[in-house]
């Protein structure tokens, strides 16, 4: 098949990462494998696809995604295309009125990836959404809840299915630790790591003021960027807790972050299916998230979960696994577990059967 994945950019972010992960697995099947991009610019994302033979293409680095002008622009692309697999508002949007307009055959699957969105908020919003969902052949949901969530909203179900979003577990349960970032603090160290684009609703802010009523040996490694940043960096400034923080921007050796940090920490307060949580599981670690839709599921069974926003329950949550040397073995090796029901292979075939309309 040739198959063209389209996404308003490929900056940080859980789809952005599922494009990244799935369209090189998807060549290895034999496929002709592009993606398309209505904003263009170099990420690291972009970096790691075009190292592994995928084409990235664009409609150029100052283009507003949110231009009617996309819907014209994806008209060429669909001709050609078997199938069109779409992620993310508005991109969902200009693919599904430029195959209105342009008469193709092609197939066009799109991915939920959250429980909830702004225009969910929007009464009027719900006869758009509904119609242009209608002019996709499958949607993919990300987690049950996600499914869930959306049939109910949309109050439709018979293009609706759950794809659980998946990761490399093999590759990130043997990645090499970076021992230089944890040389950055100085004695005893339990590092925390929190691996999310500042933004909301990721809500690092949880975990800054968490910070401050833990032991000074308790460190944190903040991975991601985005509009939230400096305000997190001037929290963590104002509390006095700065010196044991670390923001470390985008990074592409995330695999070698969470193998050398002692726990991940996912303080969202909502998710789709966090691929954040899942990675922490896959390298072993001990993983302690908000009890919120998208995080609960995934989570609950095998690490810890906390009220959402509540900064004394996670300090209290952290302390217990620093502190309790069986506590951590035990919820190391249960999210080691759970993590083997997240591989991104499985997913990259139940995308491939819908693909192919099985």
């Not at 993606?35 to 592994?52: H, K, W, Y």
């Not at 919120?292 to 329950?313: M, R, S, T």
Request: net charge positive.
């Amino acid at each position: 098949m040739k198959i063209l994945h389209v996404i308003n950019s490929l900056a940080a972010g859980g789809a952005e990462k599922l494009v990244a992960d799935l369209a090189p697995l998807q060549r290895e099947r034999g496929h002709d494998v592009g993606v398309l991009l209505l904003r263009g610019g170099n990420t690291p994302f972009r970096t790691a696809l075009e190292e592994r033979g995928i084409r990235v293409r664009d409609f150029g680095a100052g283009t507003s995604v949110y231009s009617p002008l996309h819907v014209f622009r994806l008209m060429p692309f669909l001709r050609k295309c078997d199938v069109v697999h779409v992620h993310l508002f508005p991109a969902q949007y200009w693919v599904a009125f430029a195959k209105m307009l342009s008469g193709a055959k092609t197939r066009l699957i799109t991915t939920e990836h959250s429980t909830s969105n702004r225009r969910r908020g929007i009464p009027c919003f719900r006869f758009f959404d509904k119609f242009v969902y209608g002019r996709y052949a499958k949607i993919a949901c990300c987690a049950e809840i996600v499914k869930t969530t959306l049939t109910a909203y949309l109050r439709m179900q018979e293009n609706i299915s759950c794809i659980p979003n998946g990761v490399g577990v093999a590759e990130i349960s043997t990645a090499i630790p970076e021992r230089n970032v944890r040389l950055s603090f100085l004695g005893k160290v339990f590092i925390l790591i929190q691996v999310a684009r500042f933004a909301y609703p990721k809500k690092q802010d949880t975990l800054i003021r968490a910070l401050c009523l833990l032991p000074e040996y308790i460190c944190v490694l903040f991975v991601g960027d985005g509009e939230l940043r400096a305000e997190c960096e001037s929290l963590a400034e104002k509390l006095g807790v700065h010196h044991r923080t670390c923001f470390l921007g985008f990074r592409r050796d995330i695999p070698s972050l969470l193998k050398t940090a002692d726990a991940v920490i996912c303080s969202s307060e909502y998710e789709g299916l966090s691929l954040a949580s899942v990675e922490g599981m896959a390298a072993g670690k001990p993983v302690v998230a908000s009890d919120v839709p998208g995080l609960a599921e995934v989570v609950g069974g095998a690490g810890i979960l906390f009220p959402q926003g509540d900064e004394k329950a996670l300090a209290s949550a952290i302390l217990r696994l620093a502190e309790d040397e069986n506590l951590y073995a035990e919820t190391a090796a249960a999210c080691s577990r759970r993590a083997l029901d997240f591989d991104i292979r499985e997913t990259c075939d139940a995308y491939l059967n819908i693909y192919a309309g099985k």
